[in-house]
């Protein structure tokens, strides 16, 4: 087959060659077909092994398509999870962030109720002392202008005693003169 072809070829572009085709076939027609027919076996084999492993290329590509697309669903579920887990976790400190601030509010209200009510008390006790002291000092100036009321009385007092003393050694001495 391959025979005709090559002669039609080669008479057309040179009519001399094909001659030389036959002679070459004659010389050379067992090993060339043999060549051919290894170089077709070859051919064939390399084909199936080129088959087999583009099959076996595929298998594995395909095999480890699984395996990557495995590994990254449980990445996946993994993360998924640590998500989650992270998210239970931030709410579990918010919660506990709030009832802390809740608690701090309630503490920080107690502490401004007492504060007031301690101020309130302190307010009174010192309207009270305020008012016990005016008291005191109305009561210490009273006596103080009672005793001054009384010693000016009994200074006066003393006082006309000594103008009727001096009245009296006055006469006397009125007296004494008059006598001399």
């Known amino acids: 087959m391959g025979d005709n072809t090559k002669q039609p070829t080669a ?16 010389l050379f027609g ?20 080129v088959d087999q492993l583009k099959d076996r290329l595929s298998e594995k ?5 699984e395996t990557v697309n495995k590994s990254l669903k449980k990445l996946d579920q993994r993360i998924a999870a640590e998500q989650q887990s992270r ?12 009832k802390a601030e809740s608690a701090l509010q309630h503490s920080i209200s ?7 009510q301690d101020l309130a008390t302190i307010k009174k ?8 002291l005016v008291d005191q000092v109305t009561t210490v100036q009273t006596e ?5 009321a009384t010693q000016k009385q009994e200074l006066e007092a ?3 005693g000594r103008q009727a003393l001096a009245l009296m050694l006055d006469e006397v001495a009125i007296k004494l003169r008059g006598s001399d």
């Open 11 to 26: 008479e057309i572009i040179n009519p001399g060659l094909g001659d030389i085709e036959k002679v070459r076939d004659i």
């Open 30 to 49: 067992k090993y060339v077909s043999s060549f051919e027919q290894r170089f077709a076996d070859l051919e064939a084999r390399l084909e199936a092994d």
């Open 61 to 65: 590509i395909a095999g480890m398509d």
């Open 87 to 98: 998210d239970s976790e931030l709410k579990a400190l918010q919660d506990m962030l709030s």
């Open 110 to 116: 107690l502490m401004e109720d007492q504060a007031n």
């Open 125 to 132: 006790t010192m309207q009270t002392s305020q008012q016990e």
């Open 144 to 148: 103080l202008m009672q005793q001054s």
């Open 158 to 160: 003393d006082k006309v």
